[in-house]
């Protein structure tokens, strides 16, 4: 279900120097995500998720039976400065976003898993420094930290999926079930 656009104003959300995601603030005050770079950052193309309802459907009810709403918000933001016109989004709120990730996690999307182990790390630094008194990190550090933390959970998930490829014996795909192949245990 989508309702009429709603004006907002767009930021990118700079996850690390190499992964970010459109963001938007509504009137309400509300941040919102822009689904295509969702899809994104899942690595997915632009258009993935406007495709799952016919292409997999499966995929859709996952979601759904995962807590994701579905619910999408059309918005409208002015361009940056210099530029005539605005631009056009569909939105998802925060709170999907994370049913998002949190679902391809657990579906063994690698780049969820490290997206959602990059936040958690990020999330327990900023409680600790809390916890102790030590000055919270800089938006900058804060962005660093979270790239080094995602690249370093890419790296190890590629290299157990390398031990597991290294000591699989032939005739192991056999117990395999069928489009599990690509899933780490």
Excluded: C, H
Excluded at 48 to 64: C, E, G, Q, T
Excluded at 65 to 81: K, W
Excluded at 135 to 148: E, I, N, T, V, Y
């Amino acid at each position: 279900m989508t309702d009429d656009p709603i004006k907002a104003v767009a930021a990118t959300v700079q996850l690390s120097d190499t992964l970010a995601i459109d963001g938007y603030l509504m009137p309400s005050n509300e941040f919102r995500a822009g689904i295509g770079g969702a899809a994104v950052i899942l690595g997915y193309g632009k258009d993935w998720f406007n495709r799952l309802a016919s292409k997999a459907p499966n995929k859709l009810k996952a979601f759904r039976d995962g807590g994701f709403t579905g619910r999408l918000q059309p918005i409208i933001a002015p361009r940056s400065s210099g530029t005539r016109g605005a631009s056009r989004a569909q939105t998802i709120s925060l709170n999907d976003l994370t049913k998002l990730i949190a679902v391809e996690a657990n579906a063994g999307n690698k780049r969820a898993i490290a997206i959602q182990s990059a936040f958690t790390l990020e999330g327990l630094d900023s409680r600790f420094r809390d916890a102790f008194g030590v000055s919270q990190l800089s938006p900058d550090a804060k962005r660093q930290f979270f790239g080094m933390t995602f690249e370093q959970y890419l790296e190890a998930l590629a290299d157990n999926q390398a031990e597991l490829d290294a000591l699989q014996l032939p005739g192991d795909s056999l117990y395999y079930l069928e489009g599990e192949e690509d899933v780490v245990w």
